[in-house]
């Protein structure tokens, strides 16, 4: 967790933070489907927990974040352009909100779906 301290006391800043300020610049981005999971076992961990913040890791060292971001993007579109919007997206929306730097904003596509038109 990075800690700042200022003159009227610290401030931390929990993962959770950090996970729910990308997810909402996350389901700004066009092309991205849905969210998904590192791995079969946290797929079902989350569906369990009805974790609405799944597909989003969080990494904090040296006061640098690092977040990686797992998504289905919609079949049809320039995975690249879509990746690369998220990264900036979420890089623009989180150093904005917390005053932090972003290190890295890694993104796996993990699956391509139609969207339901």
Do not use: W
Request: with cysteine.
């Amino acid at each position: 967790m990075p800690t700042k301290d200022e003159s009227l006391g610290t401030i931390d800043i929990s993962e959770t933070t950090v996970t729910t300020v990308a997810s909402r610049a996350i389901n700004q981005c066009y092309g991205v489907v849905g969210m998904s999971s590192k791995n079969l076992v946290n797929g079902i961990a989350n569906l369990l927990s009805r974790d609405s913040k799944r597909g989003i890791e969080v990494s904090f060292e040296n006061d640098e974040i690092t977040i990686d971001v797992y998504v289905i993007v919609e079949y049809g579109v320039r995975i690249r352009a879509v990746a690369e919007s998220i990264q900036n997206t979420v890089k623009f929306h989180v150093e904005k909100s917390l005053g932090l730097p972003v290190h890295a904003v890694n993104v796996y596509v993990q699956g391509l779906r139609q969207s339901k038109k």
